[in-house]
């Protein structure tokens, strides 16, 4: 796997050919494949592919299916030499294209090796394209303003730049689109309560309210992964208080899911589904630059 040089300014990804390539020791491609929990059914997409060691991988340890780009011609051949050496030619093959020309679409899981510029010039284009649910793995460099929804670091023996040989993993998943303002209601008690959320969204950080009856409950719990969505909310004290979890998918304009309700010490659940009232742009949508993505 390779870190693409790019031209900074630009974005550009043309590079000298004889310029080095940067190895991904393979100790990390295997904790970032063990990280997006690949399976037997995704379809690996690796921009930057090097050698092509993460999609070999992939297809070799779970059987995946994927390919990888890369401007350097012969690496890209090294890469197709290495899936047939390997037995994988048919779930592993490369290109030698521009990132930035990549339908990446098809991903289920997404690779990354690039610079810290390449990630956020991409950032916008990977949020509008990838399917809510897509996995983002990427070594050493983070999305700015997109907290990761897991990162670690290790050592990673043979690393040829950085100090130490210690190799930083940042994860995302594509998150759906839930900000907006839904209604629904629900036999509770003999008799139907009427729900109202207001959720505001900064990538997969939710907050906002929730009106039960027309009395206002603070969200608690809130989290979005992928399109799947839970959060909670209480009203009353003591004996008189009521809790609501709700737990769901959404599905364009609509979530469908299961709500349990707590009411003096007895749970009950139901199915719950929502319809979306009034859209509203996730707050994220404002942070990316019109120019950000080529």
């Known amino acids: 796997m390779v870190a693409c040089l790019a031209a900074g300014a630009a974005f550009a990804q043309e590079k000298d050919l004889d310029t080095p390539y940067v190895q991904t020791p393979q100790?990390?491609?295997d904790k970032m494949l063990e990280i997006a929990k690949v399976r037997s059914d995704d379809y690996v997409i690796d921009l930057g592919s090097g050698d092509g060691r993460m999609v070999i991988t992939a297809a070799r340890k779970y059987g995946a299916r994927g390919f990888g780009v890369d401007l350097d011609q012969r690496l890209v051949k090294l890469s197709n030499a290495h899936a047939a050496k390997a037995g994988v030619a048919k779930r592993a093959v490369f290109y030698a294209r521009d990132l930035f020309d990549t339908d990446v679409s098809p991903a289920t899981v997404l690779?990354?090796?690039l610079l810290p510029d390449v990630n956020?010039?991409?950032r916008a284009r990977l949020l509008a394209t990838l399917k809510p649910g897509t996995r983002i793995v990427s070594h050493d460099y983070d999305m700015g303003e997109w907290p990761p929804d897991f990162q670690m670091e290790l050592a990673a023996p043979g690393k040829t730049v950085?100090?130490?040989q210690r190799s930083k993993i940042f994860y995302w998943m594509v998150p759906g689109r839930a900000s907006g303002r839904w209604r629904w209601s629900?036999?509770?008690g003999g008799r139907g309560e009427e729900f109202e959320l207001a959720l505001k969204q900064n990538f997969q950080k939710l907050e906002g309210t929730l009106g039960i009856a027309?009395?206002?409950a603070r969200l608690e719990d809130a989290a979005l992964e992928g399109e799947r969505i839970r959060f909670a909310a209480a009203t009353g004290e003591g004996a008189s208080r009521?809790?609501?979890?709700?737990?769901?998918?959404?599905?364009n304009h609509a979530i469908e899911g299961t709500a349990r309700v707590t009411r003096g010490g007895q749970a009950t659940e139901l199915a719950w589904s929502a319809a979306r009232v009034e859209i509203w742009e996730p707050r994220h949508v404002g942070l990316l630059a019109p120019g950000a993505a080529r």
Do not use: D
């Open 27 to 29: 100790n990390v491609v």
């Open 111 to 113: 690779t990354l090796y």
């Open 120 to 122: 956020l010039a991409i």
């Open 162 to 164: 950085g100090v130490g």
């Open 186 to 188: 629900l036999p509770v």
């Open 214 to 216: 027309g009395r206002a």
């Open 242 to 251: 009521t809790r609501y979890e709700f737990t769901g998918r959404i599905i």
